[in-house]
């Protein structure tokens, strides 16, 4: 059983007939309370908030400013999240591919081998993740194809295969890869980490013939 009850501006909400186990999803001026199998708890949505079942009674209150609170609550948890992520880019005061003596995208051992170091800081690779991850793409491949080709140059990405194959060196155990994986699923790019992986794999793999071609464009 499905009823709507209007919040007024006293925040009364209004019930002909008593229920019990309700849920509560806000509306734009009202709540949708719904019949649940649960234990005797309003379940507020976007929140771990629970506020007692008081249906019990023909007419019940609660407060509009606690209806505000507990519905925001998402939202709140949204904001702090962003104002963390922007406390964390403060700390570097600047770009991945500024602040650090590295020629992106890397072509040498020892840039790489720099890079990794740097990524070994929590600090430093948190502020990467939320830089990445703003680079976005048409879809999953193409996000994965800015990122990599903004850190790593076609030449270095042919001695890697995801996995050591065939004689080369093993791209998922190198915080770059941690990076990236990271940096998608902060974007929402994929729906599972096994995409992710799958877009790095297959661009590693055209690093060689994308080499040849920028070869041939030169000549």
Not at 12 to 29: A, G, W
Not at 185 to 193: L, T, V
Request: with cysteine; aromatic share 8%.
């Amino acid at each position: 059983m499905v009823k709507k009850v209007d919040v007024s501006g006293n925040g009364h909400l209004k019930n002909e007939t008593p229920v019990q186990n309700v849920q509560i999803t806000p509306l734009q001026e009202s709540f949708t309370i719904e019949n649940t199998e649960s234990d005797g708890i309003f379940h507020l949505p976007h929140s771990n908030v629970t506020v007692p079942d008081i249906t019990q009674q023909e007419n019940y209150y609660l407060p509009q400013n606690t209806i505000n609170q507990y519905c925001c609550q998402g939202c709140k948890d949204n904001a702090l999240k962003a104002k963390e992520d922007r406390k964390t880019q403060k700390k570097r005061h600047g770009s991945l591919y500024t602040d650090f003596e590295i020629n992106f995208p890397i072509n040498d051992s020892t840039d790489l081998e720099k890079f990794e170091d740097i990524l070994k800081q929590e600090e430093h690779f948190d502020a990467a993740v939320i830089e990445l991850a703003k680079l976005g793409g048409e879809n999953k491949y193409n996000f994965v194809k800015r990122v990599m080709s903004s850190l790593l140059s076609n030449e270095k990405a042919t001695e890697f295969s995801w996995l050591g194959r065939k004689g080369k060196r093993p791209f998922h155990n190198l915080l770059m890869a941690k990076l990236v994986l990271n940096a998608a699923e902060k974007a929402h790019e994929a729906k599972d980490q096994k995409e992710t992986e799958n877009s790095l794999q297959s661009w590693l793999e055209q690093a060689r013939e994308r080499r040849q071609q920028s070869s041939s464009k030169r000549i």
